[in-house]
C-alpha cells in the first residue's frame, strides 16, 4: 500500500512487477478511509470493520467492485 | 473479545499514542499490572483477531495498525512526536486515530519522489497524489506485513 505521484507511476510500478494495476483511491477517498477505519482506535470500544461494515464504507468513498469486496474469491 | 485482552489492547493503543514508539512487554504488563505471560497469551489472541502483527519472536511487537513498530519509510510528524506507519494508508490513519494536525513524510513508490503532505483535523491538503493498493481486501491480512 504504497503512495504514488500519478497515474502513470503506478502503472510504471506494476509494469515492472508483471502485475495488474489495480484501482486507484484519491487523497480525499483515502482520507475517508482512514477516519472510518481508525478514528476511534484509542477507544476502549474499538475494533475492526465487519466485512459487511466495509462493504458499505468502501461503497460509501466510491470503491466498488470485487476489489474491495473483503470476502470476494476473484483475486485467489 | 475478553475485557482483559481489551485492556492489553488500549495498553499498547496508548503507548505507542503517547509515546511514537512501541511499548516492550515488560512495558505493557507493567501497565496493567499483570505479569509477562498472561500478557503475552493475550498478544496471540490479539494476533489472531487481527488486531496485532507480531514478530517471530511473540513478544514484539511489528505492527498494531495504524501504528508501525519498526522503522519504515512512511513518517508522521504530530507536534514533537514522530511516528511510523505500516503504509500510505496507515500514514493518513495515524492522525486519524489521534485526531490531532500532523505532517505526513513518505516517497512515490515508483519514482522515489518525496512526499510531504500536511493533514489537518479535517483531511489532507489538496493533492494530486495517488493510493494504490496491490493485494485485494478479501486478502490483506493473508500476509499483513506484505500488503
Redesign the interface.
Known amino acids: 500500500?504504497?503512495?504514488?505521484?500519478?497515474?502513470d507511476?503506478?502503472r510504471?510500478?506494476?509494469a515492472e512487477r508483471n502485475?495488474p494495476?489495480?484501482p486507484?483511491?484519491?487523497?480525499?477517498?483515502?482520507?475517508g478511509?482512514?477516519?472510518t477505519?481508525?478514528?476511534t482506535?484509542?477507544a476502549?470500544e474499538a475494533?475492526?470493520p465487519r466485512p459487511t461494515e466495509?462493504r458499505s464504507i468502501?461503497a460509501g468513498l466510491g470503491l466498488e467492485g470485487?476489489?474491495?469486496?473483503?470476502?470476494?474469491?476473484?483475486?485467489e | 473479545m475478553k475485557n482483559f485482552d481489551a485492556e492489553v489492547k488500549l495498553a499498547i493503543f496508548r503507548w505507542f499514542a503517547e509515546t511514537g514508539r512501541r511499548p516492550e512487554l515488560p512495558e505493557v504488563a507493567g501497565c496493567i499490572g499483570s505479569s509477562e505471560e498472561v500478557v503475552t497469551e493475550a498478544y496471540l489472541r490479539l494476533q489472531a483477531d487481527r488486531v496485532l502483527s507480531l514478530e517471530k519472536d511473540g513478544v514484539s511487537i511489528r505492527m498494531a495498525p495504524p501504528f508501525s513498530g519498526v522503522v519504515t519509510e512512511h513518517v508522521v510528524e504530530v507536534g514533537p512526536l514522530r511516528y511510523f506507519a505500516n503504509c500510505a494508508w496507515d500514514a493518513l490513519g495515524i492522525p486519524a486515530a489521534l485526531h490531532r494536525p500532523a505532517t505526513i513524510r513518505s516517497r512515490c513508490g515508483q519514482s522515489g519522489e518525496s512526499l510531504r503532505l500536511e493533514v489537518g483535523t479535517e483531511g489532507p491538503e489538496t493533492s494530486d497524489w495517488l493510493f494504490h493498493s496491490l493485494v485485494p481486501a478479501a486478502h490483506w491480512w493473508d500476509d499483513i506485513v506484505f500488503t
Not at chain 1, 500500500?1 to 497515474?7: G, N, T, V, Y
Open positions: 500500500m504504497l503512495f504514488f505521484r500519478s497515474e507511476h503506478v510504471a510500478w506494476c502485475v494495476p489495480r486507484l483511491v484519491s487523497l480525499p477517498q483515502l482520507w478511509l482512514s477516519t477505519w481508525y478514528g482506535r484509542l476502549a475494533r475492526r466495509m468502501f470485487d476489489f474491495w469486496d473483503p470476502t470476494a474469491d476473484a483475486f
